[in-house]
């Protein structure tokens, strides 16, 4: 049976809130960190106990359960109701933003790596394709991206017509294609090939050229462009 001690009864020490004021939030576990934002667990079983079950399953995968994880899921742990699920899911999103925001607007997106290192977080744990438009200026530096189509578990709708329009709106002199697979796959379907082929031939003919395609998979991305197909 859980020591269902709470962590209101343990020493100012090991409280996550003391700990972080004493200490820093750099010395606290991420059992801690989402502790002290969900506050308390319930009247048999403590929040550290909680967030360890959460971070230990599947397989341990720790944090990352928070992203992968739907919100039915996380109400499945005992302690975990609608709002403490909502709470850890918006902990979940933060991350990602604050993670994409440390990469500044005007990097320079020159090689398919940077690109695929740029998007990586955000994408590879997506559970549905969408397919993003990374604007860029005269010198390959981004300007800004548009989602322009979320589909399904394996296919995602491209619109020729919705990616250029949101190119001529930006004043994007060339574009990146990029899209994830769920399946963590980053091999290229044919339907990948196809539009690849048809976007490029679009951007031609109004000169602003796709310079790349790039596929996101779990860890790894496949790039049309060093694959000889751009």
Excluded: W
């Amino acid at each position: 049976m859980k020591n269902t001690v709470t962590i209101k009864q343990l020493p100012d020490s090991m409280k996550p809130y003391e700990k972080c004021e004493q200490y820093g939030v750099s010395a606290l576990s991420d059992v801690e960190l989402l502790s002290a934002i969900i506050r308390s667990g319930t009247i048999n079983v403590k929040s550290t106990d909680v967030i360890a079950d959460i971070l230990q399953s599947n397989e341990g995968a720790g944090l990352m359960n928070l992203h992968t994880m739907s919100l039915k899921e996380l109400q499945e742990f005992n302690g975990i109701g609608r709002v403490k699920a909502i709470q850890l899911k918006c902990v979940a999103e933060l991350t990602k933003r604050m993670a994409r925001q440390t990469k500044n607007v005007g990097e320079c997106f020159d090689h398919p790596l940077i690109v695929a290192e740029y998007y990586m977080e955000h994408m590879r744990n997506l559970d549905r394709e969408n397919l993003v438009v990374v604007m860029l200026d005269s010198k390959s530096r981004r300007k800004s991206d548009v989602t322009v189509s979320v589909g399904s578990v394996n296919s995602s709708v491209a619109s020729t017509r919705e990616i250029f329009c949101q190119a001529l709106k930006c004043g994007a002199v060339r574009i990146i294609l990029l899209h994830n697979h769920p399946s963590g796959d980053s091999s290229p379907s044919k339907e990948d090939l196809y539009v690849t082929q048809k976007v490029k031939e679009a951007g031609e003919l109004i000169c602003i050229p796709m310079v790349d395609h790039i596929i996101i998979g779990d860890n790894n991305y496949y790039s049309m462009k060093e694959a000889g197909y751009l």
